[in-house]
């Protein structure tokens, strides 16, 4: 059974900074892409960043040059720092792991349960 934990979500005002992490752990044979997307209020689910394992991103184009993903491949964690947060990043943020999981022969893929980050005054 492989489990994802967010954790770092929160309200901060706007202008300000939030580091959002995201550890996977259980029967894990190997790790693909890590990454994160998110979903407003009566809105889809939407990518916001994503990392290969050969280090190559994805990053949405309404949040370059303020958020970056990173990972830490010995600690099966991806990270996503959020600097000069708006309103509109108010969303719920998932995090996003293709894996292989012991016992199988193929890649999967995984959503963390969710983390809320609020951006208001």
């Known amino acids: 059974q492989v489990q994802l934990v967010e954790s770092g979500g929160g309200l901060v005002q706007p202008g300000g900074s939030l580091r959002l992490s995201c550890a996977a752990s259980g029967r894990i044979l190997s790790i693909g892409t890590m990454g994160w997307y998110r979903q407003a209020p009566g809105k889809e689910r939407e990518l916001v960043a994503t990392k290969t394992t050969g280090g190559s991103t994805n990053v949405a184009d309404s949040v370059k040059g303020r958020f970056t993903v990173s990972r830490d491949n010995a600690k099966n964690t991806v990270y996503l720092q959020m600097s000069s947060l708006k309103p509109e990043d108010t969303a719920v943020y998932y995090c996003?792991?293709?894996?292989?999981?012991?016992?199988?022969?193929?890649?999967?893929?995984?959503w963390g349960q969710g983390t809320q980050v609020t951006v208001s005054s």
């Open positions: 996003h792991v293709r894996l292989l999981e012991s016992g199988r022969t193929y890649f999967t893929t995984n």
